[in-house]
């Protein structure tokens, strides 16, 4: 976590964001290969109501998420299988505070 953690903090550029609050969750899955795809965002505010942020936060999320590598690779039974991962990132007045899980 704390590499990750590390990526977003340093390349979230907060400047070029609108200051909105809230929580955007990326989902997406890892295929057998260990390669990310299939990328779904789902925003909120901070009593878990649908929102829809500026493309400014949402759009440099997202890339940074899909730029991220050396996701693990899942086996079942001794076969690889794809699996889904998610991060949700908590912003406060436009600045990312938090990366959950």
């Known amino acids: 976590k704390s590499a990750l953690e590390e990526v977003f903090f340093s390349k979230f550029n907060s400047e070029k964001v609108a200051k909105e609050t809230g929580l955007i969750r990326i989902r997406f ?54 699996y889904h991962q998610y991060l949700i990132f908590v912003l406060k007045d436009g600045q990312l505070t938090k990366i959950l899980p």
């Open 29 to 82: 899955v890892i295929n057998c290969k260990g390669e990310s795809d299939r990328f779904r965002l789902q925003a909120m505010d901070t009593n878990y109501n649908e929102k829809v942020f500026d493309k400014s936060s949402t759009d440099q999320l997202l890339n940074i998420t899909k730029q991220l590598k050396g996701w693990g690779i899942k086996e079942l039974r001794g076969q690889p299988v794809d």
